[in-house]
């Protein structure tokens, strides 16, 4: 099993270019995230999902676009990106919130913005 | 806001020494607290988990101790290794089963 996985690893884009991070999970999870992680302030939550179809905000969804299409893929959107989005994104998933829930993390996508 | 503090940013720790980290959270109707080790270039992993009603969980040299009237718990890494050179995050699990993170701890261990 793979686990979760990230495409790209690294991309560099210009102000106003728009790009898309590719999410995949072969555990049937039921619940994906999306994170970004900047220096001092921990993983914070873009946008989740809860089930094929369904998306929901969570604490920094601005800027961001996500579709859950299919189970198994997440996928986060960047339409005009800008440098303050600068950052280390990360996908997670899990199986839902009943037991330990434990959240499984892909190995992360650096993304400049010049 | 920031719901769960971590403290503190970065730690140094001699081989052998048993290293703390502390962490303290709001919102009372957290169900789930995990610790997470993440080890640069690659994505955080679980490391230890405890449920409110517990108040301490030892796996090996990891401890958490969790303190439900003072929302505080914390991280234990007894006899420290170069190999536990990491940044460490503690969570609290919200409405939704949604992950609140602190800022993280740089720990580092000297041989």
């Known amino acids: 099993n793979a686990g979760v996985t990230q495409t790209p690893k690294f991309r560099v884009l210009k102000t106003g270019q728009s790009m898309t991070l590719l999410c995949a999970q072969d555990m049937n999870h039921e619940y994906m995230y999306w994170y970004r992680q900047d220096p001092g302030m921990g993983l914070r939550l873009i946008h989740y999902s809860v089930g094929e179809g369904t998306t929901a905000k969570g604490e920094v969804p601005d800027g961001y676009n996500v579709s859950r299409l299919k189970k198994q893929n997440f996928l986060l959107g960047l339409e005009s990106a800008a440098p303050s989005q600068t950052s280390v994104y990360f996908c997670?998933?899990?199986?839902?919130?009943?037991?330990?829930?434990?959240?499984?993390f892909g190995p992360g996508t650096r993304l400049t913005v010049l | 806001q920031q719901q769960v503090k971590q403290s503190p940013q970065s730690l140094i720790v001699q081989k052998g020494g048993i290293s703390i980290i502390n962490c303290a959270y709001e919102?009372?109707?957290?169900?789930?607290f995990p610790w997470y080790q993440q080890f640069p270039g690659k994505g955080p992993a679980l490391l230890i988990a405890?449920?409110?009603?517990?108040s301490e969980k030892k796996e090996g040299r990891f401890t958490i101790s969790f303190n439900k009237s003072a929302k505080q718990f914390s991280l234990h890494i007894m006899d420290s290794q170069p190999g536990d050179s990491a940044t460490y995050f503690c969570a609290a699990r919200g409405k939704g089963g949604k992950l609140i993170f602190g800022q993280g701890t740089e720990l580092s261990v000297k041989p």
């Open positions: 405890i449920r409110p009603d517990v």
């Open positions: 997670a998933s899990s199986s839902g919130t009943s037991g330990v829930g434990e959240q499984f």
């Open positions: 919102n009372t109707a957290f169900d789930y």
